[in-house]
């Protein structure tokens, strides 16, 4: 799923190099991660999706050389070598233009398209960690690996988990509902879920994905844009006052004159 290249009305069209991935370019780029040589464990293109998207909202800015390696390698090492081949610099662009263009539709409109895939009609459901684990539906089966991509992100960069914001806590647990549940308490807790706010279609998880992400990008916006205040070690001297290097002259008459 990509965004349309159109831009809103009321502005220029976006250069080439600034518009969303189409339909192509996200199964090409899911070619090249899944073209990385063992021993590395990239991401698909549907994880990196979400993986982008737990990387956006964090509540600081991170620079993009801390979050690409785990794109390439799970444990995040080194793609190749110091020299980039032409399928590392085209995976990289794609990836930056994705993360763009993804952070630019949070800011302006509060949603994104989210990369999801419908799994076959004839699929039948699977278990995610073996025999003994619940059989997901058609629905879980297509958002996991995106939520699971996002809490990837997260766990790498924790600084949402440590925010003392019950906000921020309740729309991950609305979020990570998707996701098997580990122990007892997450089990009640996706199960209340469901009883009090049951999602019957595919098109509905994928619209809680969406409010889910936007509202922690609100949530988390403060933060990551809070420019820090300037404190001064000493009181301000005016410009009549005696200047502080003891000549006895005013402030604008000495140190202060080029002022």
């Keep these: 799923m990509a965004f349309s290249d159109s831009a809103p009305p009321s502005r220029p069209p976006l250069a080439a190099s600034a518009q969303d991935l189409s339909d192509a370019e996200f199964a090409e780029l899911d070619d090249l991660l899944a073209g990385i040589p063992e021993p590395l464990e990239p991401l698909d293109a549907v994880m990196l999706d979400g993986f982008l998207a737990g990387v956006i909202v964090q509540p600081e800015l991170i620079a993009t050389e801390r979050w690409l390696p785990h794109v390439f390698d799970a444990g995040g090492h080194r793609w190749g070598e110091a020299e980039p081949t032409p399928e590392q610099t085209r995976a990289r662009e794609l990836i930056a233009r994705r993360h763009a263009a993804m952070n630019r539709s949070l800011a302006e409109f509060g949603g994104f398209d989210p990369l999801i895939l419908e799994p076959a009609e004839d699929e039948e459901g699977t278990t995610p960690d073996g025999a003994d684990a619940p ?29 003392d914001d019950d906000a921020v806590a309740t729309t991950l647990t609305r979020l990570y509902r998707f996701l098997p549940a580990e122990g007892d308490e997450e089990e009640a807790t996706a199960a209340l879920l469901a009883k009090e706010h049951p999602i019957a279609t595919l098109d509905a998880a994928i619209e809680e994905v969406v409010a889910c992400v936007g509202e922690l990008y609100d949530l988390t916006a403060p933060l990551r844009y809070q420019v820090e205040t300037v404190r001064r070690a000493a009181p301000k001297v005016g410009r009549n006052d005696a200047c502080p290097c003891g000549s006895g002259r005013k402030f604008k008459h000495c140190h202060g004159a080029g002022a």
């Design 135 to 163: 059989i997901l539906d058609a629905t879980t089966r297509a958002i996991l690996p995106w939520v699971a991509g996002f809490e990837f992100a997260a766990s790498i960069f924790p600084a949402m988990y440590e925010l």
